[in-house]
T-cell receptor, first 115, second 112 residues
Framework: NAGVTQTPKFQVLKTGQSMTLQCAQD?????MSWYRQDPGMGLRLIHY???????DQGEVPNGYNVSRSTTEDFPLRLLSAAPSQTSVYFC??????????????FGNGTRLTVT | EDQVTQSPEALRLQEGESSSLNCSYT??????LFWYRQDPGKGPEFLFT???AGEEKEKERLKATLTKKESFLHITAPKPEDSATYLC?????????????FGIGTKLQVIP
């Protein structure tokens, strides 16, 4: 099992450019989410999805878009990159949509630098 | 608002020197507390889930315990391969979705 796969591993963007971070999982998990991890701060939720066609905002959604057309894929789009979006981005999934707490399965992250 | 505070921020141990990491939390209706391990350049890897005060879980040299206000991750006779950042996270009663609040983590270094 591959688990959660994220691409690319590294990316450098110029301010104003757009890009899509890819995330795919092969565990048939309904719930998928995007986090960003910054020094001195805990992981913060950007967007999440509880199933195909359903997405919602997390704690820090501004500047990001998501869609969920299949159970497997949950891409994160940066519309117009800003230096404040320099971070490490993690995609995570879990089997429970909203019910009893289940652990998140994380990808290995995308390190994004915006200059 | 749910909050998670981990201490210490960094811990340096000699191989074989046992110690504990602390996770203090404030949450409205705890549904679960998680411990994760994160290696440099990798995503967090799940270690334990604890659901209620008094619960304990063990895995090799690690033992996690839970009270109503905090959780401890005890590391017995650590080895260099235990070096990593350990993250604590909680899920509270947030109205139906997986709202997970993470701590900043404790960076553990075990010296041979």
């Amino acid at each position: 099992n591959a688990g959660v796969t994220q691409t690319p591993k590294f990316q450098v963007l110029k301010t104003g450019q757009s890009m899509t971070l890819q995330c795919a999982q092969d565990m048939n998990h309904e719930y998928m989410s995007w986090y960003r991890q910054d020094p001195g701060m805990g992981l913060r939720l950007i967007h999440y999805s509880v199933g195909a066609g359903i997405t919602d905002q997390g704690e820090v959604p501004n500047g990001y878009n998501v869609s969920r057309s299949t159970t497997e894929d949950f891409p994160l789009r940066l519309l117009s990159a800003a230096p404040s979006q320099t971070s490490v981005y993690f995609c995570a999934s879990t089997k429970d949509r909203t019910g009893g707490p289940s652990p998140l399965h994380f990808g290995n992250g995308t390190r994004l630098t915006v200059t | 608002e749910d909050q998670v505070t981990q201490s210490p921020e960094a811990l340096r141990l000699q191989e074989g020197e046992s110690s504990s990491l602390n996770c203090s939390y404030t949450v409205s209706g705890l549904r679960g507390l998680f411990w994760y391990r994160q290696d440099p350049g990798k995503g967090p890897e799940f270690l334990f889930t604890l659901y209620s005060a008094g619960e304990e879980k063990e895995k090799e040299r690690l033992k996690a315990t839970l009270t109503k206000k905090e959780s401890f991750l005890h590391i017995t006779a650590p080895k260099p391969e235990d070096s990593a950042t350990y993250l604590c996270a909680v899920i509270g009663n947030s109205g139906g979705y997986q709202k997970v609040t993470f701590g900043i983590g404790t960076k553990l270094q075990v010296i041979p």
